[in-house]
């Protein structure tokens, strides 16, 4: 820590010097009891803490913490989220030069103070200016494996990766949508710990590993969703998949009713998978029950709770495994297991909510890479012939929309105001030309936003919500 830092606290702009720098940490370490170590480019404070016995704190108790000042360190880092709770763990990621990378992991002793670190200290501000974000970090156990061929079954994918990695501990495999007597080429493998899985990663991810004659594509698998069990509590809608593509809304329906007529409220099927929608929160859970691994139209179906968008900011990123925060949506479209290959196939999270409706969430298509490679033939085309779920903007959605219907290119037009601790705050408001003349004559949202980006995305969304 021989490195000169510029101390910002309190908007300071003074010097801080190696040695003040190891003053601090001392003092930090004699004042709290904990021990600290660097190793491997990180900086691990606690793990476990004085007096600590037994296990280390279970999953669901680690949060990842970015946009942190590089000159910032664990003496003004760890009061602040001593707030939510006890830490059992900080770990600062560091640079060689001395500075911190701009982002760490922290450890609570529970799940409740994890969840509360994020509630009070996603976007707070860290230094004048400065913004912290906080969301969960879950170690990833799950890799992604495709370009399987579609005639494999689960056992023998399972006995082919146990023979090429170590440490697999399942494979899930879900059948295809036309033919359930095939696989959907790709499937998810489980590892004992995440070092098992970033080990057999590493070993795969070259590109030229085969299976079965095949070069499969390998990535981390997206972690599923994590959603409080308060929130889990309230949950009253069925996620039901492995459906028969013929399999009808009003059959399904039919067939949750059965248990107690008039039960289910509706139904929205997407390809081979569905949401039921009950009255009551207790007829669901009886229904899920009774209806799990029951039959329709000669496919074995799979019923769970769904799991609700909870959050107004959804940051995502593979970071050795782990998620953290790379981007910033304000509300986005919830991501549907059958179209998106690298989700685990758990139930998918509900539409995100605008103005306490749901916002409109086509279906995706697959959102994974593939090689380029040299020669392969490229056909130049028109947004406007693909289909819409290959758009995940409301923007494009928007855009693309219009043209469906012949009309002439939504018009976004910019506004802006300042909030009272003078930041910019931004809204678009959008003229449809072709309705402009009808009842509504232009659509703009009652949210503010602080980036451009975000303003348009939430117009446009605010838009495809009224429009239907």
Same mark, same amino acid.
């Given at each position: ?72 360190? /664990? ?84 006995? /082919? ?249 939504? /018009? ?57």
């Amino acid at each position: 820590m021989n490195e000169e830092n510029i101390d910002g606290t309190n908007g300071c702009s003074k010097v801080r010097t190696g040695t003040q720098n190891e003053a601090a940490l001392l003092a930090l370490m004699e004042k709290t009891g904990y021990n600290m170590v660097q190793e491997n480019g990180q900086r691990k404070f606690g793990g476990p803490p004085p007096g600590w016995e037994g296990p280390p704190p279970p999953r669901g108790c680690e949060v990842f913490v970015g946009k942190i000042p590089r000159d910032m360190y /664990e003496d003004e880092l760890v009061p602040v989220f001593e707030r939510a709770g006890k830490i059992y763990e900080f770990r600062l990621m560091m640079e060689f030069s001395g500075e911190n990378r701009g982002y760490a992991f922290v450890m609570y002793t529970t799940k409740e103070e994890a969840q509360l670190a994020i509630r009070i200290l996603n976007n707070y501000e860290i230094r004048p200016g400065k913004f912290i974000g906080v969301c969960v970090s879950l170690d990833n156990c799950r890799l992604f494996i495709g370009a399987i061929p579609k005639e494999k079954k689960k056992e023998e994918i399972l006995d /082919e990766m146990k023979k090429v990695t170590e440490g697999v501990v399942d494979v899930i495999v879900y059948p295809s949508a036309t033919d359930k007597t095939k696989n959907r080429g790709f499937a998810f493998v489980e590892y004992e710990s995440h070092r098992a899985a970033a080990m057999a990663r590493r070993k795969l991810i070259p590109g030229t590993f085969q299976l079965w004659g095949h070069t499969i594509q390998v990535d981390w698998a997206d972690p599923e969703k994590e959603v409080d069990e308060e929130t889990m509590q309230r949950v009253k809608v069925l996620y039901v998949r492995n459906l028969m593509i013929s399999t009808t809304e009003e059959t399904i329906k039919a067939e949750f009713n059965k248990f107690k007529p008039g039960a289910v409220e509706r139904v929205k099927k997407l390809r081979d998978y569905a949401f039921v929608h009950f009255f009551n929160r207790e007829d669901a859970v009886a229904a899920m029950s009774i209806m799990n691994g029951k039959c329709i139209d000669g496919a074995s179906i799979e019923v769970t709770l769904a799991k609700p968008v909870n959050k107004e900011n959804t940051w995502r990123q593979h970071l050795n495994g782990q998620i953290s925060p790379n981007s910033e949506n304000l509300l986005v479209f919830a991501n549907k297991e059958e179209s998106h290959p690298k989700t685990l196939g758990k139930p998918p999270t509900l539409p995100a909510r605008l103005n306490g409706q749901h916002s409109p969430s086509p279906p995706e298509v697959e959102r994974c890479t593939y090689p380029f490679f040299p020669g392969t033939k490229l056909t130049p085309i028109s947004m406007y012939s693909l289909k819409s779920n290959h758009f995940n903007s409301a923007v494009m959605h928007l855009d693309y929309y219009c043209n469906k219907n012949n009309w002439a290119p939504p /018009e976004y037009y910019l506004y802006s105001t300042t909030s009272q601790d003078g930041k910019v705050l931004l809204v678009y408001k959008i003229v449809i030309p072709a309705i402009a003349n009808g009842s509504q004559s232009y659509f703009m949202p009652d949210k503010l936003c602080t980036t451009l980006e975000d303003a348009k995305e939430l117009a446009a969304q605010f838009t495809l919500l009224h429009l239907g």
